[in-house]
């Protein structure tokens, strides 16, 4: 089931955001990076193709591909979450973020040439086809479609081949100058949103209620609105483990080691409660192993006495397959 704020589709409004966002993201790039023309000089074509033409390009085929795939990503969306749903929410969100900067880093600059050259080519092919329903359908197609779909491709071919060296060290520019600068910060965030969800967590888990409202989906409507004041006290103890971090007090890390305690346990204790109590208890073997895969890789993060390549590669590892497990969902869903 899909959640909504307010009356507004989750997975709908990420989708509509994503659309405005992504768009803007690559004129950034395109206007913080400096690309250069392999074969020319003149700084007037190289304004022209690498901060006009390029960015339009590449902004307009993602805007196209969002739209034409918008039910799919926000079903996606829904299904990986319910996929997910026994994954606790501290490490939902930190290895989530994690996922979408590694998303954006990795995967985003690889595949944008390919989407915008798909794009273009299946927007070639709808202006110029207006019998066919799909690219599955069995009637022939015609030449001047072909040639027009392939006259289109060459727009993006082109401005990827113009900039395609420096294009290629993207990644490593924005791991050294977006990635490495904002991990510090994306830490203390978000282990002092974690520590407090998990406070918040274990209050819930031996309330009257049961099941916790951040591990599991089994909670009706007046349950979360009892949760009203524990949300508050979250708050609070989220600012407070801000502020003692950011000032680097030490017994911040006591506190961080309590809360990797306390989610561990409410997990295994929700997930055994949730079983024994409801016959129809939601749960799906890829949830159980990304959450143990997570923890795991929490227990590294947080051991001090682990270096930083391999804290490094444990989080690589675990967006990898975040990323890897949301890439399925998407292509294997029905629409």
């Known amino acids: 089931m899909s959640k909504t704020v307010k009356g507004v589709i989750f997975s709908r409004l990420i989708v509509l955001f994503a659309a405005i966002l992504v768009p803007i993201s690559i004129f950034l790039i395109f206007s913080i990076v400096d690309f250069n023309l392999w074969y020319s000089n003149d700084p007037d074509l190289n304004f022209w193709i690498v901060k006009i ?32 749903s026994v994954v606790p929410s501290r490490l939902k969100f930190f290895y989530g973020i994690n996922a979408v900067y590694v998303l954006f880093i990795f995967v985003f600059p690889i595949i944008t040439p390919i989407i915008a050259v798909l794009s273009f080519a299946s927007f070639a092919w709808r202006l ?58 994306l830490y203390m965030i978000s282990y002092s949103l974690f520590t407090a969800l998990s406070i918040g967590s274990l209050i819930i888990l031996f309330s009257n209620s049961g099941i916790s409202e951040y591990e599991q989906l089994f909670v009706d409507t007046n ?18 483990f801000l502020f003692l971090d950011y000032n680097d007090y030490p017994i911040i890390d006591l ?73 399925y969902t998407f292509a294997t869903i029905e629409d």
């Open 255 to 327: 506190f961080y080691t309590s809360g990797l305690i306390i989610v561990i346990f409410t997990y295994f204790v929700n997930l055994i409660r949730g079983k024994s109590k409801y016959g129809s208890f939601k749960s799906y073997f890829v949830g159980y192993l990304i959450a143990a895969i997570f923890i795991g890789s929490n227990v590294i993060i947080a051991t001090e006495e682990v270096s930083e390549f391999l804290r490094i590669w444990s989080l690589l590892m675990s967006a990898i397959l975040y990323i890897f497990v949301l890439f």
């Open 53 to 84: 033409l390029s960015p339009i390009v590449f902004s307009v085929s993602w805007l196209f591909f969002i739209i034409l795939f918008a039910n799919r990503f926000a079903n996606t969306m829904d299904s990986f979450d319910e996929k997910i």
């Open 128 to 185: 110029t086809t207006f019998r066919k329903e799909s690219w599955e359908d069995d009637s022939k197609t015609s030449f001047l479609t072909k040639f027009v779909m392939v006259l289109a491709s060459v727009i993006p071919i082109f401005c990827t081949v113009s900039i395609i060296p420096e294009y290629l060290e993207l990644p490593l520019f924005l791991w050294n100058s977006v990635w490495l600068f904002l991990i510090e910060y």
């Open 223 to 240: 349950q979360k609105k009892s949760f009203a004041h524990i949300k508050i006290l979250v708050v609070f103890l989220f600012g407070f």
